[in-house]
C-alpha cells in the first residue's frame, strides 16, 4: 500500500467509502491501456464477472489519456472488485467495473501525488455553479451595464 505524507505524520492509504457505499480501501492505482486490457484478459480467462468494457475500450483505446482503479469489495478471499475510471483525452470518459487478483492489485503501481492533486481538482471541478443570489445578479447586471461599450455610433446618429 502506499503511503503518503498528510500534515507531518505518514501514513497508508486512509479507507474510504467507495461509490456503493462500502468503507474499504482507499488505494487508487494508475494502469497503462495495455495493462488494462491484460487485466480485463484475466478476468475472462478465470470467468470472473467483473470483465470490464472490452468492446468500448477497443472502440476508444485510441482516445485514452489515463486510466485508474479503485477498490469496489471483494468478490473473494483473492478476488477484488475494482471501479475501473478511463479519462480520455477530450476529458469526457466512464467508469465500469473489473475484477483483478488481490496480488495483481497490490502490483500496480499507485498514483503520484501530482495525479492525486489533479483527481481532487477534477472532482471539485465537477460540481455545478451555484448562480448568484438575485440582489449580487441584480448588482452584477448593473455594474455590467455601466462597463459595457456603447453601442451607439461615435457621432450620436441613429
Not at 16 to 28: A, E, F, S, W, Y
Not at 30 to 51: F, I, K, T
Not at 111 to 121: C, I, R
Not at 126 to 135: C, E, G, R, T, V
Request: hydrophobic share 35%; glycine share 8%; charged share 30%.
Amino acid at each position: 500500500m502506499r503511503t503518503f505524507r498528510l500534515g507531518r505524520s505518514r501514513g497508508r492509504w486512509p479507507q474510504v467509502p467507495n461509490r456503493t457505499g462500502i468503507l474499504g480501501r482507499g488505494d487508487i492505482k494508475e494502469v497503462s491501456p495495455g495493462e488494462l486490457e491484460r487485466l480485463a484478459n484475466q478476468a475472462a480467462e478465470h470467468d470472473w464477472s467483473g470483465r470490464g468494457r472490452p468492446d468500448w475500450f477497443a472502440e476508444h483505446r485510441a482516445e485514452v489519456k489515463d486510466v485508474y482503479l479503485t477498490f469496489l469489495s471483494e468478490e473473494t478471499n483473492e478476488v477484488l472488485r475494482c471501479s475501473t475510471t478511463v479519462v480520455l483525452r477530450d476529458g469526457t470518459g466512464g467508469h465500469f467495473s473489473l475484477d483483478i487478483a488481490k496480488t495483481e492489485f497490490e502490483r500496480l503501481r499507485d498514483v503520484g501525488d501530482e495525479v492525486l492533486v489533479d483527481l481532487a481538482h477534477r472532482f471539485l471541478y465537477a460540481f455545478p455553479n451555484i448562480p448568484l443570489d438575485a440582489p449580487q445578479q441584480e448588482a452584477w447586471d448593473q455594474a455590467y451595464e455601466k462597463t459595457k461599450p456603447s453601442l451607439r455610433p461615435e457621432d450620436g446618429s441613429r
